[in-house]
């Protein structure tokens, strides 16, 4: 499975609304600035996250957008899935595919389906919270 730019860029949108999180809206281009993310790229997830409710916007003079839940209520595997349409390794366990007419003589599809539900459990384990507190590797970036 490799994760997107969009999916990586979007974790970073949401850990920086959490760690300058006031209670007022949190204007794009602050978050664009200082994630060194082109505004234009982050103007194409922003409604994504909009949509989805794991952030709300509001335009105008004072305007941004702020997280709409606390920080340790968002998992990693949620936005993942939200901007990556799913973590699954092979197109068979995707939700959308055809059932597969080797399944049941398929030697791999345990092993796959194991790795499927070790990626799960493991980015469901991780809140943008937690990843606000983590050291950062010689600011090494995303």
Not at 48 to 65: D, F, P, S
Not at 116 to 132: E, G, V
Request: proline fraction near 4%; charge should be negative.
């Amino acid at each position: 499975m490799m994760v997107s730019t969009r999916g990586r860029y979007a974790l970073r949108v949401l850990i920086d609304l959490a760690e300058h999180n006031n209670g007022s809206y949190i204007p794009m281009k602050d978050v664009a600035a200082r994630q060194e993310i082109s505004l234009k790229y982050l103007e194409r997830i922003l409604p994504t996250l909009t949509k989805a409710k794991l952030i709300e916007g509001v335009h105008g003079k004072g305007g941004g957008y702020k997280l709409t839940r606390s920080p340790e209520e968002y998992t990693v595997g949620e936005v993942l899935r939200l901007t990556e349409g799913d973590l699954a390794p092979v197109a068979c366990l995707s939700p959308e595919a055809e059932p597969c007419e080797r399944a049941a003589e398929c030697r791999t599809l345990g092993m796959w389906q194991g790795f499927y539900d070790l990626t799960n459990k493991y980015f469901d384990s991780i809140s943008i919270a937690s990843l606000t507190n983590t050291e950062t590797a010689d600011n090494y970036v995303i």
